[in-house]
C-alpha cells in the first residue's frame, strides 16, 4: 500500500500552504457527545448545519481527512475615528472561502486524476472543522472554543479534503490552553461557559443573523461584523502578526447604492450577508455608542 501523504504535502508546499496534517474518518463517538449535549442546552446556532450521524461519520464514503490550515493577521484598531467602524479580521482583504477553496482544489483534482473521491470544505458545509483539524493534529482548543495552534495562534483558517484515499496519520497535540480565563471575562456577552461556546450568545452571530432582540440590540459595537475579543485578549496570540483594520467611514457606507456595495464587497467574505445587516448594525453602533 503506497500512501500519498509526500505527494500531497509537496503540492501544499508548493501552494504556500503553512499547516497541513492527515486524520483518519471514523465513527467519533466524542465528538457525538459534545453534539448531543449542545443541542440538548439549546446551544445550537442556525449556521450549524446537517445531522450527528454525517458529522460524526457513522458509515461514510470517505476514510481520511486533509486538513489546511491558513494563517491570518489579527487587527491593529488604533487611530479609529467615531464615525467609523470595521469589520472582524475574518473579513479584511479577499474572502478566505475563496482562497482556500483554489488550494484545495489542486489537492482535489490530485487525488481523483488517481481515480479517489474527494470533497472539498471550507467553513459552510456539515462538517466539524475545528475536531477534523484537532485530530490531523493542528492544534488545541481553548477555553474560548477555538482550535489553536502553537505557532499561528487561533488565527488561521480550516478547510479540509475528505477522501477514500489512505495515509499515514498525524497525532494529536497536547492542549496548552493557559486556563487563564482571560477569554472568558473578556467575552462582552458571556458567550463562553466553562466548556462550551454558546453560539447564540456570541457576538459574531449576533452581528451576522437577521432578527435581533432587544437585549442583543445592545450588545453591537463597531466591530459591524464578526467579533475578535477573546482571541485578541488569548495569551497564545501575542505575537500573532498585526495587519491594520479597515475602517469604514458610516455615512459614506450608509449611503452607498446596493450596486457600489457590490462592486466594493463582492470579494469580502462578509459579502454573502449583505448590506441591509451592516446596514442595521452600524444604525445599532451609532445608538449604543450615543447612549454611552
Ligand atoms: C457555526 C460556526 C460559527 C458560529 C457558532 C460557533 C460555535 N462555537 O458554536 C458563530 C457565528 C458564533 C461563529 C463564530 C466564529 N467563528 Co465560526 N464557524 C462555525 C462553523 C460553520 C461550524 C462550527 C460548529 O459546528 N460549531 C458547533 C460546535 C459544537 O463545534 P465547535 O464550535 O467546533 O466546538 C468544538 C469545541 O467546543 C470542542 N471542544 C472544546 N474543548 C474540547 C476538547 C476536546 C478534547 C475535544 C475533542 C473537543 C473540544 O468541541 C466542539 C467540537 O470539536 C465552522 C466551520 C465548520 N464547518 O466547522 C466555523 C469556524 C469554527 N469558525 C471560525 C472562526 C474564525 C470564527 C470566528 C473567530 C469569526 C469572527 N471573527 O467573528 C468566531 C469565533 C467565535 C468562537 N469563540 O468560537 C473558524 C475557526 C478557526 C479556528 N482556528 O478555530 C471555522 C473553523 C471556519 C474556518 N473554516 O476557518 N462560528
Ligand atoms: S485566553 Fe486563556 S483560557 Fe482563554 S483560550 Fe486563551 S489561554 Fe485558554
Ligand atoms: S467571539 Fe466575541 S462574543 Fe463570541 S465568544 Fe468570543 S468574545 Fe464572546
Known amino acids: 500500500m503506497k500512501y500519498l501523504n509526500d505527494e500531497i504535502v509537496n503540492i501544499s508546499n508548493k501552494l504556500g500552504i503553512n499547516l497541513i496534517g492527515f486524520c483518519k474518518l471514523e465513527y467519533f463517538k466524542d465528538l457525538e457527545n459534545i453534539l448531543k449535549e449542545k ?132 497525532k494529536q497535540i497536547n492542549n496548552k490552553c493557559y486556563g487563564c480565563n482571560k477569554c472568558i471575562e473578556s467575552c462582552p456577552t458571556k458567550a463562553i461557559s466553562k466548556h462550551f461556546i454558546n453560539g447564540n450568545k456570541c457576538l459574531s452571530y449576533i452581528t451576522q443573523k437577521k432578527n435581533l432582540t432587544k437585549e442583543e440590540e445592545t450588545f453591537i459595537n463597531e466591530c459591524v461584523y464578526g467579533c475578535d475579543i477573546c482571541q485578541n485578549i488569548c495569551p497564545h496570540n501575542k505575537d500573532v502578526k498585526e ?17 457600489e456595495y457590490k462592486n466594493i464587497y463582492k470579494n469580502n467574505s462578509s459579502f454573502w450577508r449583505g448590506k441591509k445587516i451592516i446596514d442595521r448594525n452600524i444604525k445599532l453602533y451609532i ?4 447612549k454611552k
Not at 495587519?243 to 450596486?259: H, K, R, V
Open 287 to 290: 445608538e449604543n455608542n450615543l
Open 243 to 259: 495587519t491594520n483594520a479597515e475602517f469604514i467611514n458610516i455615512d459614506e457606507f450608509l449611503n452607498m447604492s446596493e450596486e
Open 39 to 170: 443541542e440538548s442546552l439549546n446551544l445550537k446556532t442556525s449556521f450549524e448545519i446537517g445531522n450527528i450521524d454525517d458529522k460524526t461519520f457513522k458509515n461514510s464514503e470517505y476514510s481520511s481527512a486533509i486538513v489546511i490550515g491558513v494563517p491570518y493577521k489579527k487587527l491593529n484598531t488604533n487611530g479609529r475615528k467615531e464615525n467609523e467602524v470595521y469589520f472582524s479580521s475574518v473579513a479584511v482583504g479577499i474572502d478566505y472561502h475563496i482562497i482556500l477553496k483554489d488550494k484545495l482544489e489542486f489537492i482535489s483534482n490530485y487525488l481523483n486524476d488517481l481515480g479517489y473521491k474527494s470533497f472539498i470544505g471550507v467553513d459552510n458545509n456539515i462538517y466539524n472543522e475545528r475536531y477534523l483539524a484537532y485530530k490531523a493534529g493542528l492544534g488545541f482548543f481553548g477555553k474560548n472554543g477555538m482550535l489553536i495552534n502553537n505557532k499561528y495562534g487561533s488565527f488561521f483558517y480550516i478547510g479540509i479534503v475528505l477522501t477514500n484515499a489512505i495515509f499515514k496519520y498525524n
